[in-house]
């Protein structure tokens, strides 16, 4: 019996739909949806256990995954199963995650997982735009604790109009992509990536997104309605003691206050916080200490915390002593690594960053191998966050859903500035060396300088600042927070990261931890971080004003050229053999391509120094050398035969021609070392194709005067031994010969008997 189903559609108001149905598949997860637009199809599950863990956060686990199977395809690679996930499923990953955590209660420590699974795969629609519509559809036909529905949605703008969840096709015409999610009352998450627009136009775009969220939110609860709402479980609470609050704070707050306003380095300030919260918890009986320790440690870090907020929002001063619009002192460096292809460091109060950049050909671009987009990075961002940047000691185990995210980040914001003639493949990769501030942003600085150094011919140069916000929402009091540090990241309302150029903006991710922000506070906050943004702008190009207008010597040159058809398997060689010898004597790198719209060959050179380029493009031109009708060229003899020379046009090394012995001179030639020698060079006429022969024909003697008394051999006589010219070649006089005139009284042959 098929089970009943529940289903809700969402109008995207141009003749798409989404739906979202449950009641069919995946009924023992605690909540269970399948989204669907077109032939996209996402189910989500959810489950959460029934006991509480015993730690001081929410253990949620977000998982999305693209089945190849969805689009018809296998898994690429030897084991022909899904593994580990792509970068493009974590970066999906975390723009759920990013909205769904803060909405859960913050004592709720019990194990949840989200699975997200594409099931089927529609060219025309995006799945990771409907994620986060999956996941909150299916948490609440669940009994979680959860705050209020929330949803996420791609914005484009195409011909100036801005689309809701556009397609590839359209987002390729976009000059905005943006991922906003967004409960019906507040904005939660903005990220994406832009083409120099102005910050009213991005609070536009996502006032726009908002106004479509509202509906997805209005659709999930009328499902929920339909369905049956359930009770909210119940869950043990954490343990609180307002007494104790009490007496932690009168303990606490002034000192912390005190060293708050000193504006200390990171270290000292750290230092200084610990030893209070030692100082409290010592004040306490070993008892006490056992039975209230974490009590304690809470109640020291609510205290510290509002100390710090205050002191920014009563006197505008900051925890390292700044105030809210300044910018940490900045130096930076081009040119520090010596075997590099370009580098830079970057360094902002107490963060840094070090960048490289490789150059390659279109060999080394990063291949994308996803179910729901196939294709590649000619551009791409790597970023490591070793945990020594922050004094720490940690296992590494491989590269984490931050590294991933901030890297896609810094990658967004400066590959609209690469132009599209850019010949190489450019790999940037940057190692964070100290954090305490947003590192990622100190990335896209050090990736300019790096790309600029390297020269990688940048259309501008892009600088990056993460913004802060303290808010109090019963004294309406904010402030918005300029390059902000690592604790106030942590303490704050909002943590915003805005790149771009002089001109406008090219990426942005943004958390907001309260609800309700103004979009008068949203767009106070852009037109501070443009200000910051700017300051920074003019560090960078102090170092470094524009690209260097070529390459470094021992960093590789890039030639391309296009070649005919044609000519592309001359080039290989059977199996190979031409184009790899030529690498290896000429020490370059050669890549063909072809080009889908003309179907030229597009061959790209790679080689550090001009002599191994020029040997190339030599041997390209003898490929392509035409000789003309009537021409004379000058050749030289590589190969005696007996029956005339092999040679090759010295404008032309390769390209060979049979010169006939009968075409070395006027006088005759009983053997061609008579006339020439190896290594001889002359100059010989071109003939063209010789209609008798069908193969090229040159000669010497055509350009020498003929000799004094010369006279031409007679033509050949096509009657052979005086016949008859009336008698054809297919009639020699056989006509008595044929088998009609056979004797007919002849016998046959008898077979030979044996002996």
Known sequence: MIPKTYKEVIDLGDGR??????????????????????????????????????????PLTVDYREKFAAAGRYPGGFFKREARPSDGEVLTMRLVDRVLRPLFPKDYHSETQVMIQ????????????????????AIQLSDFPFECPISEARVARVNGEFVINPTRAQLAESDIDMMIGASADSVMMVEGEMDEISEEEMADAIKFAHEAI?????????????????????????????????????????????IAKAGSAKHERGAAFSEIKEEVFNSFSEEEQDDLG????????????????????????????????DIRPIWCEVDYLPSTHGSSVFTRGETQALATVTLGTSRDANQIDMPSYEGEERFYLHYNF??????????????????????????RALKGMVPEDCPYTVRVVSEVLESNGSSSMATVCAGTMAMMDAGVQMTKPVSGIAMGLISDADSGKYAVL?????????????????????????????????????????????????????HILEKLTDTIAQPNAEVKEHAPTMITRRIPNEFIGALIGPGGKVIQELQKETETTIVINEDPVTEEGVVEILGVGSAGID????????????????????????????????????????????????????????????????????????????????????????????PEGYVARPPRDN?????????????????????????????????????
Not at 31 to 55: A, I
Not at 227 to 247: H, I, M, T
Not at 296 to 325: P, S
Not at 396 to 408: D, K, L, P
């Open 615 to 706: 040997a190339v493009m030599a041997k390209i031109d003898s490929l392509l050398f035409k000789p003309e009708v009537g021409s004379v060229y000058e050749v030289k003899v590589i190969k005696m035969l007996d029956f005339g020379a092999v040679v090759e046009y010295t404008e032309a090394p390769g390209n060979e021609v049979l010169l006939h012995v009968s075409e070395l001179a006027w006088e005759r030639t009983e053997n061609v070392s008579d006339v020439v020698n190896m290594g001889d060079v002359f100059d010989v006429k071109y003939f063209g194709v010789d209609s008798r022969t069908r193969k090229e024909k040159v000669s010497r003697k055509a350009i020498l005067p003929k």
């Open 17 to 58: 739909e989404i739906s979202i149905e449950t009641g069919k598949l995946a009924k023992q997860a605690h909540g269970s949806v399948v989204v669907q637009s077109g032939k996209c199809m996402l189910l989500c599950t959810v489950v959460s256990n029934y006991h509480q863990n015993d730690v001081d956060f929410l």
């Open 214 to 258: 509202k509906v997805q939110c209005a659709a999930q609860v009328r499902l929920a309605e339909a369905v049956g709402k359930k009770e909210v479980r119940e869950y043990d609470p954490e343990r609180s003691d307002e007494d104790l609050a009490k007496k932690i704070h009168d303990m606490v707050y002034d000192k912390t206050y005190a």
């Open 482 to 534: 300029s390059d902000i540090l690592g604790d106030e990241d942590h303490l704050g309302d909002m943590d915003f990261k805005v790149t771009g150029t002089a001109d406008g903006i090219t990426a942005c991710q943004m958390d907001i931890k309260v609800k309700g922000l103004s979009y008068e506070i949203l767009v106070n906050a852009l037109q501070q971080a443009r200000d910051g943004r700017l």
């Open 294 to 325: 974490k009590l304690i440690h809470k109640y020291v870090a609510k205290a510290q915390k509002e100390a710090i907020r205050n002191l920014t929002l009563d006197e505008g001063l900051r925890l390292d002593g700044r105030k809210t619009t």
């Open 386 to 411: 070793p945990p020594f940047c922050t004094g720490e000691a940690r296992p590494i185990r491989g590269t984490s859903r931050r590294e991933v995210g901030h890297g896609n980040l810094a990658q």
């Open 719 to 755: 009657n052979r031994n005086g016949r008859d010219n009336n008698r054809g070649r297919d009639n020699r006089g056989r006509d008595n010969r044929n088998r009609d005139n056979r004797r007919d009284d002849k016998k046959p042959r008898e077979d030979k008997k044996e002996d």
């Open 118 to 137: 594409l099931m089927s795969h529609d060219d025309d629609v995006m799945p990771d735009a409907m994620a986060g519509l999956a996941a909150s559809a």
